[in-house]
């Protein structure tokens, strides 16, 4: 199992980025994607999710409106657009993939991507 993440870099306040997440060695489908991040000195949070299908996506509420998740199940990527990014919004930014089936629990973790917003 590999998920790749990319797109990450210094951007100035109210600027934009794109970071995606290449995934490979299980069906991307079944999976709910999601999106977490570390700020510096903080714990992980999780800042987007979205269900296999893409039809279902949930946020965190101080990035709902600016962050938005989407997927293509045909290239395997799920992709994260940050607009009118802030200081606060700096961290690694982790791609993670969950699927709950039955009594199996699987769970894997990208190795991430620094985003930092600063002018």
């Known amino acids: 199992v590999h998920l790749v993440e990319s797109g990450g870099d210094l951007v100035p306040p109210g600027g934009s980025l794109r970071l995606s997440c290449a995934a490979s060695g299980f069906t991307f489908s079944y999976f709910t994607m999601n999106w977490y991040r570390q700020p510096p000195g903080k714990g992980r949070e999780q800042v987007a999710g979205i269900a296999g299908t893409g039809r279902i996506t949930h946020y965190l509420d101080s990035v709902r409106g600016r962050f938005t998740i989407s997927r293509d199940n045909a290239k395997n990527t799920v992709y994260l657009q940050m607009n009118s990014l802030e200081p606060e919004d700096t961290a690694v930014y982790y791609c993670?993939?969950?699927?709950?089936?039955?009594?199996?629990?699987?769970?894997?973790w990208g190795q991430g991507t620094q985003v930092t917003v600063s002018s």
């Open positions: 993670n993939a969950r699927r709950l089936h039955g009594t199996e629990d699987s769970d894997y």
